[in-house]
């Protein structure tokens, strides 16, 4: 069965306007409220002199970097705004709208990022500040609600940007609102790559001469690389993932929209999409509120309730939404008859409850959220079986660490992919064999799941906080006994609270790219209408996934998603390389450094950090953008269809599995040096070491990185879906210009490739390099 | 468009009778050419007495653990045997004639594994005396004539096999070699786990005790692990790829055979497809006999020689036989009218040449094989540029060295996964339309590239040969000086031969499984027409990529593929835990084998390694078996294409990027022992044997079993799919009897991961069960 658009006008009834203007004022207050926690924050002492002093050298590097890469980032943007401004839409209106919408898409992603970074790295002193004083409960507060500043951003400005497309262009918001997911989608990408890249290439480059090498602790001052370090946690850990939460929610809402005025039309299709996330944002508020630790109880036991508690407040809010705003029978719907697309059978109305299927659609996407919480925390938890396994390999050597890493993060891919693709099934049968109905209950979930967002960016941004505060209490010398012991709790806490976020990331990532999938099939039928009119059948056997077309797609697919993965890592070690060759150099050239009686130059490896991220973000990216264009112009839209499959299903697996391997080598680790297996400085604890230097890329650069990258490959293959179509089988269909798009990209792709590859001077040639460096 | 096949009654002409009469006598021409190499490689002597008892020793562990594999497998051959009775098909006759083929299909599967093992046995210490006596020539004309006569076996059993069930089942017989080809497969698949967990489970074993905790070399007697390194050697390399690759060619054919009647009718259809692999025995003798070195030429330059050569011809052949066999249009063809499935369009003639495409397509499979033999070297090889970085990460210690080679891994499968993509688009754009002449010139790809596994097989033989030679010659001291030079050359040799021969393997593989995926096609037409008459349109949405069901399929089949790769290489991490804690003990309870007083209990490490390389086997094999059945069963055909279509996407993938990934960590490691980057002993060799012990499980184990694990999936899904379609759509559909099959299949996987679990014991628990061993 397959969607037909049978409204062919999406309107917005007064009711609707009066339900997105609430929605809009929710949004608004969204802002203020984070605009009062980020007051609180700062209303905090910022600590001693020396505390300011390091806090400061972070907080320039990453407004430095940030800078930069913003200006980098520009130059993509803005040939990015022109490509789109190229590409058939309805009419100009909805063009010059879409293009527009981009741009803010874009900016707004950009700015989570920057606000998340900024204020992270002026509440990093206040926490450090707040343990000098034994105050715990203060200290865990601020870090929690430094997170809760983003999260508030992250939910308002994404409610804020769909609600007001929503009311300005009525039926045509999906359409412009493809614009503003893929501004949001594509900045994310850039920032997550190449902050992953600057943190994991300053901390391995850290660990691998500071730990390692010269045998000193970690965020010692006399390691050249630790500002470097600490500012990698801030544009990597808090800008990026900030940056990759607000777009998965905003292309999450995209998508919801899409499909909604596709399935239900008039009847809530704008609106539906809009109240579940209107509903997050009250929850969030509640969950950031009543986060405190009670007498003497664990900070993660009381984030962890926080999260439940909203969660299930959210539950039941959705559903009575749900029943008050939609239908409860299918007939009532302006908006859906399914026709079989494959049958040639004739239009029928779906015999489906369309209230029930959306309140349970998003209570699925909910229970999903918790679970994978859950499952996350199993595989790389301190507590949990799994990691302790990986912790006592250590006693054979790093090879079996490794080796047993990898085994718990394949097998965690696979229990998390099966719970995800068991939801989607489930999401499938609410629909009542409807294709358009199950592909928008998908995108529902993906909403539900995201009515979390505000208290998953909280507790994320918890972690590189509580990180950093730890770091500058370190490096200051001021902070010693309750206070240290007090950042120590903090930091492991932080360190749980980051590894499962990013398993929600995953999850929304999946939803919301399977949402995306469906949309890009939305567009199809409707160019495909306009192309060949209504016989139409001969279209869709390049979509079968018998057809050589489909599977060639698919392979492809997934090759892109392991090259992405191993530019990215690739990228880590040549940039590690450079560090520990820069670090190596000072500490040779300055004997003074390790009695304390030279200065490191820091601000040198923050340069090296922001140079090499920098160049190394382009390539991943290219082919992200290029990849997609150059299948679906070149192979066709059933192969691009493939494509996206196969980049979904494998994107996925290498998402969850390079994270977990990551979370469980980090965390076996601490194991180690919380004692056991003989402890710190064993061989059992180098062991550990190198396992979590190839985590490090593993959970932070290539992992992370792949959830944008998957959402921004769907909204290309969305956006030129009807220009593949047109010269396919429109009227101005012509082959050589087709191929002629598709080569172009292609070589795009192979000359951005190739650019990288001439870089792979691998990290024994740093030695020149570095002296390159040091000469410019 | 999709396959109908018109012709009801594919038979057997008396010149078609002729053909493949003519193919049984070439098959057995192999036959007895590989009796005749075999006779020449035991003519060789034996070598010193010391080596014959060394020989004498891994021969017998070898064949003491194959023994006990058959009777566990038998096991398991005769319940499938059962379970297949209870399969649907068209006639009683079809069915038993399937059961029994099935047994003859496990039975020349282990008969060649055996076989293989037993005369690498034999031949090593020959390969060793030969060198003893500076007669590097002879070395290496046994060692690649041994892996003739496996390589000969394999062609011959597999043609022979083949031949036979079309001369007595006509038109039957593509049904009856499903049984066949189920049963190369599935005996190859545990051959290959099995195997591939005994020999690195004593490799790593070894390694990590010997090299890195005792520091002595590789092969010394004083280990107690090293008899059983050699064993594995033999019944992992050897036996395990024999059995493999016979499996490839076995499904090949068959999958040709199927869609060859299906597109050719009988035009060919039965005979074309043997045709092709009986050129390939005829190049395949050639290739054997012209393999010697010129003089002082290297050994590998002259076995490239060979392939490039008996491909050549055997391309050249294949056009004439094309041009000859089949006709030059498609209106001739009595079996292949393609009816737009989903258009409902009428029954049309496809516009193509058959003979064109089909000389087209086996070209092409050859070309592949070529084109992979090269990316492949490029991508392992001492010489090649990625390899050499691996190499020089050393230098900044064992994380880089892991980090690096997994980028080149992940790199290496994108070159290699969309180069055979573009090999499938450019088969599809021959059939003109017609999926499944597309489909039928996939598998004809798949032969073309099969005329080339005599020579493959001898070149992977090669490897454990000589790499066992040296091992005899190290352990037994009698060979130095010039003799110990030639070993280590051929040692070199065959280690690039072992994994360049990966690389085709696994582009067999896809071919392969692409071709069975077309051949599940074929059935599930046949079965829907059956059980719903001609208005199947409805039956199709479900294959479509953007059907919930299909991208839930397809994300269960790809994370079926990652459970298995973590099972594999948790169980080589277990196995080779058990085998440290056996060789420390061993050390520490006779002091005198380090002074060489005493000698140590070679045969216990054996006894361990078998014992747990047969406990291991089961939950991976039973993952292929019963996943599809489940998915199949429980979600529907639809979402088992996708299954088997997320299976093939990720499983090409990863089976690359494993083998890859660890061809490059033992060349990077043979690099520094070479003399660069410090040489042996220092820092940076420490690191590259870490990153060597990773690649371990890696490249023989998880990636090899990758290539058996899809067949087997495809051809359970090809033997199933008439069941469930009758069950879902037929007279006796049942949805509580699908549900109840699916749920005994599933617990059977929940049962067999849970009892894999509980033996979970990581590597630090091993003292005390080695003490139980030791104790029992």
């Known amino acids: ?72 980032l520009g130059i993509f943007a803005v040939v990015a705004f022109f490509l789109l401004m190229a590409l058939p839409a309805d009419d100009l209106g909805v063009r010059i709208g879409r293009s527009v919408a981009f741009l803010f898409g874009a900016a707004f992603s950009a700015s989570i990022g920057y606000l998340g970074m900024n204020l992270a790295t002026a509440a990093n002193m206040r926490v450090a500040e707040a343990a000098r004083h034994g105050d715990r409960d203060a200290g865990m507060r601020i870090a929690f609600r430094t997170g809760g500043t983003v999260g508030m951003a992250t939910v308002g400005l994404g409610l804020l940007g769909a609600a007001l497309v929503v009311l300005i262009y009525r039926g045509d918001a999906p359409k412009v609102l493809e614009g503003f997911g893929f501004g949001a989608a594509l900045l994310a990408m850039f920032m997550r790559v190449g902050g992953g890249i600057f943190t994991k290439a300053a901390d391995v480059g850290a660990d691998l001469v500071g730990k390692v090498e010269a045998g000193i602790p970690e965020d010692d001052p006399r390691n050249a690389a630790t500002i470097a370090d600490n500012v990698g946690d801030n544009v990597g850990d808090c800008a990026g993932m900030a940056a990759d939460l607000f777009e998965s929610y905003a292309v999450t809402l995209v998508a919801a929209l899409i499909l909604g005025t596709a399935a239900l039309g008039n009847e809530g299709g704008l609106t539906f999409p809009l109240i579940i996330p209107a509903i997050g944002v009250v929850t969030a508020i509640l969950g950031v509120y009543i986060t405190r630790a009670r007498n003497g109880e664990n900070a993660l036991r009381a984030i962890n309730r926080s999260f439940y508690i909203s969660a299930g407040v959210a539950a039941v809010a959705s559903v009575i939404a749900a029943f008050v705003v939609l239908p409860d029978d299918a007939s009532q719907l302006g908006g859906i008859t399914d026709e079989g697309l494959l049958a040639g059978g004739a239009a029928s109305v779906v015999d489906v409850n369309p209230a029930l299927g959306a309140a349970a659609a998003v209570v699925i996407g909910i229970v999903l959220a918790a679970f994978i919480l859950w499952l996350t925390g199993y595989f790389t938890g301190t507590e949990s079986k799994p990691t302790n396994d990986v912790a006592r390999t ?58 979390t967002v505000g208290v998953i960016v909280a507790m994320d941004t918890f972690g590189p906080v509580s990180d950093n505060a730890q770091g500058i209490a370190e490096m200051s010398g001021d902070v010693d006994g309750e206070g240290a012991q007090i950042l120590t709790e903090l930091d492991a806490v932080g360190n749980t609270t980051k590894a499962i976020t990013k398993g929600i990331a995953i999850a929304t990532a999946v939803l919301a790219a399977t949402a995306l999938f469906g949309s890009y099939l939305d567009a199809i039928v409707q160019a495909v209408r306009t192309a060949v009119g209504d016989d139409t059948g001969a279209v869709w056997d390049q979509f079968l996934v018998f057809d050589p077309r489909a599977l060639v797609g698919m392979l492809i697919g997934g090759a892109v998603v392991f090259l992405f993965s191993g530019l990215a890592i690739n990228a880590v070690t040549r940039a590690a390389g450079a560090i520990v060759f820069e670090v190596r150099r000072q500490f040779r050239e300055k004997p ?21 991220s920098l160049r190394e973000l382009a390539t991943p990216g290219l082919l992200a953008v290029f990849a997609p264009i150059a299948v679906g112009f070149g192979l066709g839209v059933g192969a691009l269809a493939g494509y996206l499959a196969g980049a979904i299903v494998t994107g996925v697996l290498m998402a969850i599995f390079l994270a977990n391997s990551g979370g469980a080598w980090d965390n076996a680790k601490k194991i180690v040096e919380d004692g056991h297996y003989g402890g710190k400085g064993t061989d059992a604890h180098a062991a550990t070491v190198i396992g979590d230097t190839v985590g490090d890329p593993f959970k932070d650069t290539a992992g992370p990185a792949i959830n944008p990258l998957i959402k921004v490959m769907n909204l290309v293959a969305l956006l030129i879906a009807p220009a593949i179509i047109g010269l396919t089988y429109g009227d101005g269909a012509s082959a050589p210009i087709r191929w002629g798009i598709a080569l172009v990209a292609l070589v795009v792709i192979v000359a951005a490739v190739v650019v990288s590859k001439r870089r792979d001077i691998a990290i024994g040639d740093a030695p020149e390099r570095a002296g390159v460096l040091t000469e410019s």
């Open 1 to 72: 069965m397959t969607p037909v658009r049978a409204v062919t006008e999406v309107t917005l009834s007064s009711a609707d306007t009066s339900i997105v203007v609430v929605v809009l004022c929710i949004a608004l207050v969204a802002l203020v409220m984070g605009f009062v926690y980020r007051r609180e924050v700062l209303a905090a002492s910022p600590g001693t002199e020396s505390m300011q002093e390091i806090g400061g050298a972070v907080q320039e590097g990453a407004s430095a970097y940030l800078g930069r890469q913003f200006r980098t």
């Open 592 to 612: 003074g450094i390790m009695d304390y009686t030279e200065k490191p130059e820091y601000a040198r490896v923050v340069d090296i950090c922001t140079r090499d």
């Open 394 to 451: 250590s006693l054979t050597g790093p090879a079996t660490v490794v080796l047993s890493g990898i085994g718990v993060g394949l097998e965690s891919a696979v229990y998390t992919a099966v719970t995800i693709a068991i939801a989607i099934f489930a999401l499938f049968t609410l629909g009542g064999g409807s294709l358009i109905l199950s592909l928008f209950f998908v995108a529902l979930a993906g909403c539900g799941l995201l009515t």
